[in-house]
DNA sequence: CTGAAAGCGCTTACAG
DNA sequence: CTGAAAGCGCTTACAG
């Protein structure tokens, strides 16, 4: 039983080159999957790692070739947001499937604090252990992209940068898109007075906001600073910037994020208005249960689980090749009408 | 400028060493706290580490101390249910805290198929990156915890196992008496039919419906089989389930898990019938924002956070004091009432 | 309190 | 195709 052999004693290269009878050099080697060793060898090799259920340590040899296959996911959004919003559980199941397929040990730093995030990710730049980083980008005040760009570590941000834009390798959605055809959606349904929730410091949510912008001049109709509130992505303000928007009378509303939607939804349940009926709401994000489990709520689809697969496909691609030029990729968004909306 | 140091020049022990006119054992001891050190050498030694922005190399640290403090979580669960349930983004939300307090590296596990998921965990045993694991555990057939029982790797279990009880560490939550609190609370309400969605192979599920069984008992109220649906904690088999159950008019239902719950709710709306007025639902889970804002819905909130905190800890403990007899901790369950159903 | 040296378990030019 | 040996950058008895 190699179970046995395993709790009794502990394997190294060193001894399974002796039991096969070869040096270190060729077990490394065949572990490695080199090409040129004689089969005769490598039969040895393989036969006597399969019997005792060897396995290589894997620090060692992250010290010895200079690479970890790990990779980080930084995410300096605070905890609070992170795990209330539906966008990165499904940004998170992309990456982890793709960190899987591609053999990549996927490591977590979530924040509290925006200044511990600084610190911990000066260390990560620093200490080693990470071949490459994967960073979301939503604040437009973001001090900690900056030390990833001053560093020699590999890095793609998810999202955009306001202040960077050459020469950093993004994965980022369309969000001006994603905010016209929201707009465009409730503009052909005939509404006139479109009120929008929004946050002023997400950078998707200003790219929203443009796009809903955009799409009230394409439509002849003119911008009114009157129909527009501003939350912070929590449910709660979602339901504060609805009661302020509610004042103002406005036929339908464009919240741009599920989360602030269903605070929306929440606050127009407790004043009896029905929706669609009454007003009409566009979301944007992924679609949690929660939405889908609501008919009455239009939403805006982002392809986040791509988004993350894309982005350790870049980050490896870039591994790969260090000094290549910057890759961009900008993802469309689509348009959910649930049925019984139509 | 530290920075242009560091894209020069590759700092390592030996450097600092020479340019603080010491060994590299000093400068270790330094690094690492060690007391006996006269104040002279450790100023000249912080200095110099203050002036280069020196960082040490985690992976040959990791190497020479045979300590990594890194931990990895395994959640053997599909990535399809992680991404859904919001157990699970909780529990990873107290875990990651308190990685973050008591500076450890996580690192995330996820698996497609369980298949996939044996190869690795046998993987991670083995290959020496980890310092211990922190595993959910939810299928009654689980079969990657006996791999960890069977190795010398660490571990703490959420959740808990049937097969296997004895010194193993586990933090649990107290499904029997959230199952037993959630059917009394609709007992009391006057319910008679009670009807109870859950799953037959998930240990949680199955300790609820005990607990719903022992309710019905304890308060002279005959089990009827024909009051039992099952699900497998996805959203459409609450709505199969509870459509199922409607033939057989049950007044009230328990659907154990949230998710199954809002699908549920769905298909009562479908079908027009109001939450509570015309059936009572009690889900239970964590409460995420869909459930938030939907005041037709008493759940049984567990401390899921804590929970994960709590994992990590124990886990730490079990690491300084590798012998010790293993910890079992399960922690109590609460009735969350909206106000509008009151 | 401090340093020289061995060692952690691999990889990888180098020489053959 | 194969092996002896140096090296990755630390830590930690050991001796003083």
Redesign the interface.
């Known amino acids: 039983m190699s179970?046995l052999i395993?709790?009794t004693q502990k394997l190294n290269i060193k001894k399974i080159a002796e039991l096969a009878g070869v040096s270190k050099a060729t077990v490394s080697r065949v572990l490695n999957n080199y090409s040129y060793i004689s089969d005769e060898l490598r039969e040895k090799v393989l036969k006597v790692i399969a019997e005792t259920?060897y396995?290589?340590?894997?620090?060692?040899r992250?010290?010895a070739s200079n690479r970890?296959n790990?990779i980080g996911?930084v995410i300096p959004t605070g905890?609070k947001f992170?795990?209330?919003d539906p966008y990165?559980?499904?940004l998170?199941?992309g990456i982890?499937?793709a960190a899987?397929q591609y053999q990549l040990?996927?490591?977590?730093f979530?924040?509290?604090s925006h200044q511990?995030g600084i610190q911990?990710v000066r260390?990560i730049i620093?200490?080693?252990?990470f071949d490459g980083l994967l960073i979301t980008g939503d604040r437009i005040d973001d001090q900690i992209l900056p030390l990833l760009i001053?560093?020699?570590m590999p890095y793609v941000l998810m999202g955009r940068s306001i202040q960077y834009v050459d020469n950093i390798n993004y994965i980022d959605v369309d969000n001006y898109q994603g905010g016209q055809i929201a707009t465009e959606y409730l503009i052909e349904r005939g509404y006139k007075r479109i009120g929008i929730v929004t946050c002023s410091y997400n950078i998707a949510a200003v790219d929203r906001f443009n796009g809903y912008k955009q799409a009230l001049t394409d439509h002849g109709i003119s911008f009114d600073p009157e129909l527009v509130a501003y939350g912070d992505f929590s449910?709660e303000s979602g339901g504060e910037g609805i009661k302020a928007l509610i004042a103002r009378q406005p036929d339908a509303v464009f919240v741009v994020s599920d989360?602030m939607a269903?605070?929306a939804?929440?606050v127009l349940r407790e004043h009896n208005i029905r929706v669609p009926e009454d007003m009409a709401i566009v979301g944007f994000d992924d679609l949690?249960?929660?939405?889908?489990?609501d008919p009455q709520l239009t939403t805006v689809r982002q392809p986040t689980t791509e988004q993350g697969r894309l982005a350790v496909e870049t980050l490896l691609d870039l591994l790969e090749s260090p000094g290549r030029p910057a890759r961009q990729i900008v993802l469309p968004t689509e348009l959910v009408v649930r049925a019984s909306t139509i």
């Open positions: 179970v395993l709790k259920g396995e290589r340590n894997q620090i060692a992250m010290l970890s790990m996911l905890a992170v795990f209330s990165f559980p499904k998170t199941e982890s499937r899987n040990i996927l490591s977590l979530l924040f509290d511990n911990t260390n620093t200490n080693g252990l001053n560093s020699e449910m989360t269903l605070g939804l929440r949690p249960p929660a939405v889908q489990a």
